[in-house]
């Protein structure tokens, strides 16, 4: 929540690489203070590294998608996020390879002068991004469309007021921001419980070594399936049949795999319900779910995009926990875990329901593509 606060604090203020140049800046600087507190780490200094680490992913994501639905038309972004994305996923799947090839050799203080480096090489890359490439005006009318606005003299929200609820107000007063805020939610939550059922049957069918082995293989062919959709799917879903049908297949994916778990709760069955959510919720999935802010306004892009992010994502995220925590209290023996189906299933219909209305009104909000040129 203080995250969004100061999210939407600078976002009135500056634009597109400045954000990028103030939230740099400040882990920069985080970077270098943690040099010194981790050479002999206490436990506020472990627990705040942790939180650190996670407002960087927060911060940053956030920061970088808001330039990017900034600086692309709709159509534009059909045919580029993949490719983007790509780029996120080979950066991961590259960092955490590179990372634990060298663990042994390289001290943490290393991997954080590392990261300042690299924090170097953002600034300059947000410095040359924001002179080569324009902000592009969102369509004529989306955000008054987006919100429900459209009635003749509306100004639309203003951009004063108090920056706590300034987010929480513009996803409330629009059904279409609010149908993004579903697809999140509801993500959160079934991710959850899928993960429990993941972990639990690798925990009831194996154990000892075999465990990390399974772990190891199920993650390996996670990673794979994900670099395969984002390289060869997600463009061509995007283009050909648009941004709504690419948004159905996670869910889709899900559906499957908790309706195959609840019929048969078998080791591979139960192991592959992490490729049916990370192979396609980190390619795809999220592709498309970014570029659904794309015909909105900068305050949308900006704000709405922060409070549903950061804190929107988060609070799903603890009742997520919490539904986690109970249970672990009730599905104590491993022959009940595959009625945890039962309870995922209709969470992932009234997710199709938000994707639908999401992916039409994101079409709704696009301006028409112009025809192709043809040769006579």
């Known amino acids: 929540f203080l995250a969004v606060i100061v999210f939407t604090w600078f976002a009135r203020r500056l634009r597109r690489q400045n954000l990028a140049f103030v939230f740099t800046a400040f882990f920069l600087a985080g970077y270098v203070v943690y040099t010194y507190l981790v050479e002999t780490p206490q436990g506020l200094a472990v627990w705040t590294f942790y939180l650190f680490g996670d407002l960087f992913a927060t911060l940053m994501v956030a ?135 993941f972990t639990s049957t690798i925990a009831h069918y194996l154990d000892g070594p075999a465990i990390g082995e399974q772990f190891s293989t199920v993650f390996a062919i996670t990673n794979t399936v994900a670099m395969i959709v984002q390289l060869f799917l997600t463009s061509l879903v995007m283009t050909r049949w648009g941004v709504g049908v690419a948004l159905c297949i996670l869910p889709f994916a899900i559906l499957s795999g908790s309706a195959a778990m609840l019929a048969l709760p078998i080791l591979w069955v139960g192991s592959l319900l992490n490729t049916t959510d990370n192979g396609f919720a980190y390619s795809i999935n999220q592709s498309a779910k970014e570029a659904l802010y794309v015909p909105t306004s900068r305050d ?77």
């Open 63 to 197: 920061t970088f998608f808001a330039f990017l639905n900034d600086s692309v038309t709709p159509e534009a972004a059909k045919r580029l996020f993949g490719l983007v994305v790509l780029g996120g996923v080979t950066g991961g799947v590259f960092g955490s390879t590179t990372m634990r090839v060298l663990i042994k050799q390289v001290s943490v203080v290393d991997w954080l002068w590392i990261a300042f480096g690299l924090g170097l090489v953002i600034l300059v890359l947000a410095f040359a991004a924001g002179r080569l490439i324009p902000a592009v005006a969102p369509p004529a009318g989306a955000a008054r469309a987006a919100t429900g606005e459209a009635a003749a003299g509306n100004p639309g929200p203003r951009a004063a007021g108090n920056v706590a609820v300034e987010g929480a107000r513009l996803v409330f007063r629009s059904r279409y921001l609010l149908s993004i805020l579903a697809i999140v939610g509801i993500y959160e939550i079934v991710s959850t419980i899928i993960d429990f059922q």
């Open 300 to 376: 949308e892009k900006y704000k709405g995009k922060a409070f549903i992010d950061m804190f929107g994502q988060r609070f799903a995220k603890a009742v997520a926990v919490v539904l986690s925590l109970g249970i672990t209290a009730l599905f104590q023996d491993f022959s009940t875990i595959r009625w945890l189906s039962a309870v995922t299933i209709p969470l992932v219909l009234l997710w199709f329901l938000a994707v639908r209305y999401a992916g039409r009104h994101f079409e709704e909000l696009s301006p028409a593509a112009p025809p192709p040129v043809r040769d006579t």
